[in-house]
DNA sequence: ACAAGTACTTACCCCAAAGTATGTATGACA
DNA sequence: TGTCATACATACTTTGGGGTAAGTACTTGT
């Protein structure tokens, strides 16, 4: 899980402002180029790692497994793997994942309206 | 402001995930280590630059810049500056900037609730 | 003459996130 | 026998955000 440099000014500063700033907190479980994608096909129900993979055609197969384990260990998602062949993994959002819809649709609301793109 | 490869699958992916969602456009206005500290800031007002800087204490100079002119850039706040010496530059949230309050309220309480730190 | 305050600017470096490419285990099916 | 499908794993490279350090312009105070 790629070792930390304690000392540099870097995650210093990084630590200083997860833990003063709910904002970043928020960004650190789902932000980068994918994690917000993932969520928001979860958020409809629960889904295969294929079906997933598919509603996601630019994202590399490294990516995907990396933010799925990231967001598991998170709490924001729970993975059920069925012992067979070949294999059948499912993931499910959790509480704290499906809590993240309203974090979503404010940001939505914002995003539409600073586009340009709202009518009302 | 450092040229971009066209050609990459980065900044490929990097737009693809800009146009089609909302949550990422919206990271990438208030996301990075600073920006949602800054925007804080001002919310409860407008500032000048050495009241901001003495406010955060762990920014350098370069990035608090660098973050005003991007968020003026992004229209979220608007600088002001009086010809007088030594200089005096103030910082004001725009419409925009303000709207972006009840999303900053959202992603509030949804960290509070996640860090367990809520009692109502 | 020169230090101090304000609001910047610029050149350079480091590192973590993202991407590339390839490999793995297991059983069904042809 | 060997190819296919699923759900990963891992070594390596690239990219851009963030940090360091130093300098600039202009004027007021000592």
């Known amino acids: 899980m790629t070792a930390i440099k304690e000392n540099s ?12 700033c709910p904002v970043t907190y928020v960004m650190s479980k789902i932000g980068g180029h994918w994690k917000p994608i993932i969520l928001y096909h979860l958020l409809s129900g629960s889904k295969r790692y294929s079906e997933i993979k598919k509603a996601m055609p630019h994202i590399t197969e490294k990516m995907l497994i990396q933010h799925l384990k990231q967001l598991e260990a998170d709490k924001l998602l ?6 067979v062949v070949p294999p059948y993994v499912t993931y499910t959002l959790t509480e704290s994942g499906k809590g993240l819809q309203t974090v979503i649709s404010a940001m939505a609301d914002w ?10």
């Open 78 to 83: 729970i993975r059920e793997a069925k012992p």
């Open 111 to 120: 995003a539409f309206k600073d586009m340009g793109k709202v009518r009302i």
């Open 9 to 20: 000014t870097y995650n210093a500063n990084r630590e200083i402002v997860l833990n003063e």
